[in-house]
């Protein structure tokens, strides 16, 4: 997939910084005193932080690097192609979906919290607000449990 950098300083919204004219296998979330970006991560750069798979965020710092596992936040996973687990996004992560409003949102994670983590896709349907146009619609940008990077 080509895909763009984004840079990101806290408080501030998402910009794009470079292109990248590459394949990203191993797509990652930086976190350094820079700010946050997002990275590929080919060629055994940063491998002293250990083990990364796709969809990992890295807390870089002058002495340390440490692995979030699947600590990538939802806007740069949905931008580098992987997908948002129902089971853990949150409803900012959820309304980046085309027609997820707020209040489309909430009542996922309502559902979520009430009945229990989302064993299929297909239960999204037992939320009000969620029928078989949007499910197709947002369906493919959603996993349950773990991205299959994983």
Same mark, same amino acid.
Do not use: Y
């Given at each position: 997939?080509?895909?763009?950098?984004?840079?990101?300083?806290? $408080?501030?919204? #998402?910009?794009?910084?470079?292109?990248?004219?590459? %394949?990203?296998?191993?797509?990652?979330?930086? *976190?350094?005193?820079?700010g #946050?970006?997002l990275e590929?991560?080919?060629? @055994?750069?940063?491998?002293?932080? $250990?083990?990364?798979? &796709? !969809?990992?965020?890295?807390? +870089?710092?002058?002495?340390?690097? *440490?692995?979030?596992?699947?600590?990538? $936040? @939802? &806007?740069?996973? =949905?931008?580098?192609?992987l997908? /948002?687990?129902?089971?853990?996004a949150? +409803?900012?992560? /959820?309304?980046? =979906?085309? $027609?997820?409003?707020?209040?489309? &949102?909430?009542? %996922? #994670?309502?559902?979520?919290?009430?009945? @229990?983590?989302?064993?299929? /896709?297909?239960e999204l349907l037992? +939320?009000?607000?969620?029928?078989? @146009?949007?499910?197709?619609?947002?369906? *493919?940008?959603?996993? +349950? !449990? &773990?991205?299959?990077?994983?």
């Amino acid at each position: 997939m080509l895909w763009a950098v984004a840079a990101v300083m806290p $408080g501030q919204p #998402i910009g794009i910084t470079d292109k990248i004219s590459q %394949v990203c296998e191993t797509p990652v979330e930086v *976190r350094d005193s820079t700010g #946050i970006r997002l990275e590929c991560v080919e060629g @055994g750069r940063f491998r002293q932080c $250990g083990e990364i798979l &796709a !969809g990992d965020a890295l807390v +870089v710092s002058e002495r340390s690097c *440490r692995v979030v596992e699947a600590g990538m $936040g @939802g &806007a740069f996973r =949905l931008a580098s192609g992987l997908s /948002l687990d129902i089971n853990r996004a949150t +409803v900012e992560h /959820l309304q980046l =979906l085309d $027609g997820v409003g707020s209040v489309l &949102a909430q009542a %996922v #994670i309502a559902h979520r919290l009430l009945a @229990g983590p989302f064993e299929s /896709l297909d239960e999204l349907l037992e +939320v009000r607000g969620v029928g078989p @146009g949007m499910l197709r619609r947002i369906g *493919r940008f959603l996993t +349950v !449990g &773990a991205d299959k990077s994983r």
